[in-house]
């Protein structure tokens, strides 16, 4: 792993890892002004930077699509493995197991993932792959021209594709379903929650979904249409407030904050955040109770954004391997190969 410390009298837009955020950007998007994708980009560098997490210590990975052309556009200091359309989850899967010291990020979108990359998809949910899957979902196929994708809803119309006739596939449903144990949703016009859940799934041990509602400003931006910026402005629906705090030492509250009460808590890095009692009683950690908050808001044509569902309890595909402290791809030849005396005994058992 990359260390970095911060130098004595730095100024103060120096992070903990003595970075500044210009660190953690990449190149300038060729994508669409006005796409969401853009927006989640710059909240990944905004989350990373404020984690004090080292480029270097970061993997990206990526399918095919608008959605995975975005890693290009932050990290340019982070190896990164654009795949094939729909095979990003098995190369991520590769990429992490040959180094557990590693975060992965890996950014898809729901042509990627709900339609030819769904079988990956659950798969990767069930192994429990440590890493942050990011779902850039549009409702289209932005780069082949605007058709239809899995998750658009039925009846919705587009200027060249007429009316979609077939029911939608919901990307955190089927996360659920498939054992995910971090599973989010947001809007990527909602950038302060977007930063705050891609905090938690950084910080999450195994496999943190989050399905970012990112609307394509260019073939699929009606107001009527789910995926666009007015129906996901007069949708929305936050079934919490979240905000993400590092583990440290406890800071602890003089008193405990009545309901709906807010209250301003500085940090150890001098920084502030408030927090704020919740009124709503929604438990992320029951899953029936996830489930029918998503079958509730697909059936409302509500867009329910928050953390929905967290398991802490399941270990990561790595440990259930019981892997080595030294990554895989740092051991040498030495380390691999059974000593002479070793083989001897185990021909001897045999012949």
């Not at 009298?9 to 210009?22: D, E, M, R, S, W």
């Not at 006005?34 to 990373?48: D, M, P």
């Not at 089927?174 to 809007?187: C, P, Y």
């Not at 970012?212 to 996901?232: K, L, R």
Request: with cysteine.
């Amino acid at each position: 792993m990359v260390e970095a410390l911060p130098m004595a009298g730095a100024p103060t837009n120096i992070n903990l890892a003595g970075l500044t955020k210009n660190d953690y950007r990449g190149n300038p998007s060729t994508l669409c002004q006005g796409c969401g994708h853009n927006s989640i980009s710059n909240q990944i560098v905004t989350a990373l930077y404020e984690m004090n997490i080292v480029p270097e210590n970061v993997l990206k990975f990526s399918g095919i699509g608008c959605s995975s052309k975005s890693p290009t556009y932050f990290l340019n200091r982070t190896f990164g493995f654009n795949s094939l359309h729909g095979r990003m989850p098995s190369i991520a899967t590769g990429g992490l197991f040959g180094d557990h010291s590693m975060r992965g990020i890996s950014v898809s979108g729901d042509g990627d993932s709900a339609s030819i990359g769904m079988g990956q998809f659950k798969h990767v949910m069930r192994r429990n792959v440590n890493m942050v899957y990011i779902v850039e979902n549009n409702g289209v196929y932005g780069l082949t021209k605007g058709q239809f994708s899995a998750t658009a809803e039925r009846g919705l119309n587009l200027k060249k594709q007429g009316q979609n006739p077939y029911m939608p596939i919901d990307i955190c449903m089927e996360a659920l379903v498939s054992n995910a144990t971090f599973i989010a949703r947001s809007f990527a016009g909602n950038a302060k929650q977007v930063k705050e859940l891609l905090k938690a799934a950084l910080a999450h041990d195994g496999i943190a979904v989050l399905d970012i509602i990112s609307p394509c400003v260019t073939f699929n931006n009606n107001e009527d249409a789910h995926h666009s910026y007015p129906w996901g402005k007069d949708n929305e629906h936050p079934i919490h407030e979240i905000s993400y705090i590092a583990p440290r030492n406890e800071i602890m509250l003089d008193r405990e904050l009545e309901a709906g009460e807010s209250r301003e808590v500085k940090l150890h890095d001098g920084s502030t955040i408030v927090l704020k009692n919740l009124e709503n009683s929604y438990d992320p950690s029951n899953r029936y109770e996830a489930l029918r908050v998503m079958e509730e808001s697909q059936r409302n044509n509500w867009l329910v954004t928050g953390l929905l569902y967290l398991d802490t309890t399941r270990q990561n595909l790595t440990t259930q391997y019981n892997l080595v402290d030294t990554p895989l791809n740092r051991l040498t030849q030495a380390d691999l190969r059974p000593e002479r005396t070793a083989i001897d005994k185990v021909n001897a058992l045999m012949f």
